[in-house]
T-cell receptor, first 116, second 114 residues
Framework: DTGVSQDPRHKITKRGQNVTFRCDPI?????LYWYRQTLGQGPEFLTY????????KSRLLSDRFSAERPKGSFSTLEIQRTEQGDSAMYLC??????????????FGPGTRLTVL | AQTVTQSQPEMSVQEAETVTLSCTYD???????LFWYKQPPSRQMILVIR??????QNATENRFSVNFQKAAKSFSLKISDSQLGDAAMYFC???????????FGQGTRLTINP
């Protein structure tokens, strides 16, 4: 399967712990996005990368959140000192920069985080 | 800032019937795109259909079509000949020409009754 993959699919942690999620985009895609989806809501944009450069960050991304894409391939999203309000589905998406053409974002299955 | 509103938290339809999901949006941009995404239970989100705002013709993809009313900022999704596999959460989303982030509505849960 050559779609977007995310690991782990589920994560349960205690408040105050750090967690890290990984996203592997479709291999030729140079854009990568992170969204957060809470129960009963639509996804909300967190951040996006063009290759290894992080080009935009949402105000939702507090200082406890950090995202990286060191080699322009996979990305990690780390949450430090987790809080119960961080419980959500974290979605990753990727797209291919079509040089002015609208690029479809392909989504991964998500990582569901539960903070106890 | 862009906003997307879906006023129907839940909808249900009989198999083989037609259903319309509503969506309104607000944007100050002249160049933007609108989308409907489907999120089946425990499965990943997939694109159903998209519409470029500069196109007057409504987009169609097999049993899925949209009614794009630009002046009213309305973008509804019509599903014809509903099938059991259409059961899912449906999200309306917008993207402005310069930005890369999708802005989603709250979603509509569609149930198909056999």
């Amino acid at each position: 399967d050559t779609g977007v993959s995310q690991d782990p699919r589920h994560k349960i942690t205690k408040r105050g712990q750090n967690v890290t999620f990984r996203c592997d985009p479709i291999s030729e895609h140079n854009r990568l996005y992170w969204y957060r989806q809470t129960l009963g809501q639509g996804p909300e944009f967190l951040t996006y990368f063009q290759n290894e450069a992080q080009l935009e960050k949402s105000r939702l991304l507090s200082d406890r959140f950090s995202a990286e894409r060191p080699k322009g391939s996979f990305s990690t999203l780390e949450i430090q000192r987790t809080e119960q309000g961080d419980s959500a589905m974290y979605l990753c998406a990727s797209s291919l920069d079509g040089r002015g053409r609208l690029d479809e974002q392909f989504f991964g299955p998500g990582t569901r985080l539960t903070v106890l | 800032a862009q906003t997307v509103t879906q006023s129907q938290p839940e909808m249900s339809v009989q198999e083989a019937e037609t259903v319309t999901l509503s969506c309104t949006y607000d944007t100050s941009e002249s160049d933007y795109y609108l989308f409907w995404y489907k999120q089946p239970p425990s499965r990943q989100m997939i694109l159903v259909i998209r519409q470029e705002a500069y196109k007057q013709q409504n987009a169609t993809e097999n049993r899925f079509s949209v009614n794009f009313q630009k002046a009213a900022k309305s973008f509804s999704l019509k599903i014809s000949d509903s099938q059991l596999g259409d059961a899912a959460m449906y999200f309306c989303a917008s993207l402005s020409g310069g930005a890369q982030k999708l802005v989603f509505g709250q979603g509509t849960r569609l149930t198909i009754n056999p």
